[in-house]
Structures are given as C-alpha cells and as structure tokens.
C-alpha cells in the first residue's frame, strides 16, 4: 500500500506475527478441537495456549472469556443476555449513551419496538458523558448499562469506573465496549469495574471475523448461540486460525504497549497542531480525554465526502467516522449529540493514526492537506465573507 493510511479507527493490517500463526494454525491445529483424537487434541492445545494469551492481555481468567465472532456479536450477546438474566422482574430496561456505535444504537431500536425501554445518556459539547444525567437514568429497574470505553469516531474516552459504581448502585450490570480501547489504552477487565467487555481482533492488527467477550467469573449470562462449546456460553466450532491470529495480535501489542501510546500521542499532536494552523479547522474533544491516536475535526463546514475525495487521490485514506456508516449520506449522530449543526456534523473527518504511523507520514499528510484542502479553505471563508 502507497497511501497513507490514517483509518486505523476502522481496521488495521495483520501483524507479521498473526499472519504467521494463522497459517500454523491451519496446517497443524485444522481438527476440531472438541475431538478425542490425537488431531483434535492438537487443536485443543492450541485452543488452550491462545485462550490464556488473550486472557493475560485484557487482565481477566481464562474462564471469563468466551471467543465471538467479533464485538457485534459480543456486544448483542451482553444486552441480550441481561435483558435475559433478569426475565420476569422489574429489571428489563437499558441505559446506553448517544454516541454508541451504530450497531448498539440499531440493537436498541429494535428492543424498543419490542416494548423494551431504551434510554440514552447524553454527551456534554466537547463528547464527554453527562455523569449527572447518568446518575438519574439508573435506576432499580434497569438491567444494562452499555457504553463505549471510547468512542470510535472522536476519540473520547467514557468514565467507566464512575459508571460502575452507578450502575453497581442500582444494582445493574456495566458493560463496556472496548472494541477501541485495546490496543490504544492499558486496558484490565478487573480493574475496569465492568461485568461484561467486548473486544475485536482486527482492531488491534488481528484477523478479522474474531473477537470476545469477557463476562465476570460467577455471572451466569445466558448464551446466545446455545453449544457445549466455550464452557456452553457460544456454540459453534471454534474458529481456530482467527483465535491464533487473535492471541498473537494481543502478544504482540502487549509488548510495545506504552512506547506505543506515546508515539501515537505525539505524531496526534503534530498532526492536530498543523491542522487548527489552517483556516475554519474545529477539532471535536480537543480539551477531553480522548485515545491517543483520534482525531475528528472538520475543514470549515466543507462536505466530508469532497474532503476525503480530494485527500484520496492525493495519497492520503481517512474516513467521517464510523466504517458501517461513513459511506452514507446521514450526519454523524455522534457530532449531532456534541451540539454540532447537521452541516457541521456531515462536515467531520476522522484521521485515526496507528503504532506503525511514521513522523515522515505525518508530515507528508500535513502537506498533502495544507496542498489540497488548504486553497478550498481560502475559497470557502471568501465565499462566507462576501455573503
């Protein structure tokens, strides 16, 4: 790949690492490890040895991990499954917040005309949880507390300890996803006061189709896809290249952690401080605490489609936020939740750097925006002056 690719936010390329042990595991470990024969206990080994590399990565025991098919799945199986553990009591409604991830926020539409009752934490101007609003919507009737540890599109980071001691106050459960966070922060399911965590490989130069959830030792969530596999909590055989490749991407960010948050912090405030030198730029949450390598912004009020367009073709691949919905034609619901006008949140562009972003490509980046937003600016604030 020639370009330069700032969308680390949507995926990330495989580590050398995980492509390595993929192809192992499907030459050596292709049994299925529910099998008594010797193949398949290859595969259970592998199966074993895996399960405790990932576990030792997000700080939880192994038997608190049940491998999914990605965060959708895992995030679906922990609303589902409260909603379930808590059948036929008072407790059957769900508190989110206004900025989660479109999949959780369509999840929570179709409980609704189900009869469920779906309410929404709101977010202050600068994308961070109104914790007072929070304290008001937890209650003794609900089941669920869901937020993001971060947000995907802004960077922004969710008091989650604070919501634990909410939600564990009411006597409801928190579940965090943390699709954004592993990889990018020191993340530890049992510091994090969370009962239930979603994770995804490929967010962290893992494969992609695998992920998990981390349900808290003695909380019985019901499954969603019933099997004697993963202690009976997902059935199915197990995926065991993308658990491979799983554990290896987790071993590999594991050991440059903290040089890695600190690289991508810095090249971030290069990028940001060049950027707000340019006329009509507004960085979303430049004042919160946000994940180390976002950052969201908006050229004026210049259509995000046309920004990215031009930066394309120049060699430079960013995105206007989340990856199931940045093709669309709607403004973010994030940026509308933060106060920002319909034609200020379709104007948003999202540059979300990686471990392996170089300083030599956050200059060439800088020069390529100064170069080719940088006259459509000028254009845009003679053309707003003159009106």
């Known amino acids: 790949m020639n370009c330069i690719y700032f969308d680390h936010n949507a995926t990330t390329a495989p580590h050398a690492t995980v492509v390595q042990e993929m192809g ?3 030459q050596i470990a292709w049994a299925n490890p529910s099998s008594t024969h010797a193949p398949g206990l290859a595969a259970r ?3 074993v040895d895996a399960r405790a590399r990932v576990a030792a990565f997000l700080g939880c025991q192994v038997a608190e991990l049940v491998f999914t098919s990605g965060a ?8 589902l499954g409260a909603l379930a553990l808590h059948a036929g009591t008072v407790r059957q409604r769900l508190v ?16 609704r005309a189900r ?9 202050r101007p600068d994308g961070t949880l109104d914790l007072a609003a929070a304290a008001a919507l937890i209650g003794d009737d609900v089941a669920l ?9 802004t960077g922004v980071r969710m008091p989650t300890g604070a919501l634990a001691r909410l939600a564990h106050g009411a006597g409801a459960l928190l579940h965090v996803d943390a699709t954004q966070l592993a990889g990018k922060a020191a993340l530890h399911f049992h510091d994090s006061g969370a009962d239930l965590m979603s994770v995804s490989a490929h967010k962290l130069h893992g494969p992609k189709g695998i992920g998990a959830l ?6 019985a969530l019901p499954a969603l896809l019933p099997g004697r596999q993963e202690r009976h909590r997902r059935g199915g055989t197990e995926n065991m290249p993308g658990i491979a490749g799983f554990a290896a991407a987790c071993e590999a960010a594991g050991r440059t952690l903290a040089h890695d948050i600190a690289h991508m912090a810095g090249l971030r405030h290069t990028l940001q401080q060049a950027l707000l030198a340019l006329p009509g730029v507004v960085v979303y949450g430049a004042h919160a605490e946000r994940l180390p390598n976002t950052l969201c912004l908006r050229f004026g009020t210049l259509d995000s489609e046309q920004v990215l367009g031009k930066l394309e073709r120049a060699g430079l691949v960013a995105s206007s936020g989340a990856a199931c919905t940045a093709a669309g034609t709607q403004p973010s619901h994030v940026l509308l939740a933060m106060g920002a006008t319909p034609l200020q949140a379709k104007a948003s562009v999202r540059f979300s750097l990686g471990r392996d972003t170089t300083v030599a490509e956050v200059q060439r980046a800088i020069a390529t925006v100064q170069r080719v937003i940088g006259p459509l600016l000028q254009d845009h604030a003679a053309q707003a002056q003159a009106a």
């Open 115 to 123: 009869g469920v009752v779906v309410d929404l934490i709101p977010v």
């Open 214 to 219: 981390l349900v808290r030792k003695g909380l």
């Open 24 to 26: 192992d595991a499907l």
């Open 145 to 153: 507390v869901s937020v993001m540890g971060a947000n995907n599109e």
């Open 45 to 47: 080994r592998l199966l």
């Open 96 to 111: 989110l917040s206004a900025v989660e991830h479109p999949g959780l926020l369509a999840l929570g539409q179709t409980l």
């Open 72 to 79: 959708t799945e895992a995030n679906t199986t922990a609303v």
